[in-house]
Nanobody, 115 residues
Framework: QVQLVESGGGLVQPGGSLRLSCAAS????????MDWYRQAPGKERELVAA???????NYANSVKGRFTISRDNAKNTVYLQVNSLKPEDTAVYYC?????????WGQGTQVTVSS
């Protein structure tokens, strides 16, 4: 059973930063692609960033240059460093992995950007 547990969200002013973490278990972490999604109120969930087992990264255009995804395979943890935050980044951020044709989700961590 795959389990994903996110942490690190919070309330931050525009221009601020946070580091989100996702601890994974129940999968061979080092070889799977890990994703970060987000869902803002009234909007669909969207893919923000992804990192393959080999470390190749991809980002949504809206976050390129501001967000950085990374992973620590020894800790089975994936991170999302979010910088230069904007009010439109306000959302619940979810960690996700696709395993055996099933997508697993964490419980999410709230990021609120407001002055």
């Amino acid at each position: 059973q795959v389990q994903l547990v996110e942490s690190g969200g919070g309330l931050v002013q525009p221009g601020g930063s946070l580091r989100l973490s996702c601890a994974a278990s129940g999968t061979i972490f080092s070889i799977v692609t890990m994703d970060w999604y987000r869902q803002a109120p009234g909007k669909e969930r969207e893919l923000v960033a992804a990192i393959t087992g080999g470390g190749t990264t991809n980002y949504a255009n809206s976050v390129k240059g501001r967000f950085t995804i990374s992973r620590d395979n020894a800790k089975n943890t994936v991170y999302l460093q979010v910088n230069s935050l904007k009010p439109e980044d306000t959302a619940v951020y979810y960690c996700s992995v696709l395993k055996s044709s099933r997508r697993y989700w964490g419980q999410g961590t709230q990021v609120t950007v407001s002055s």
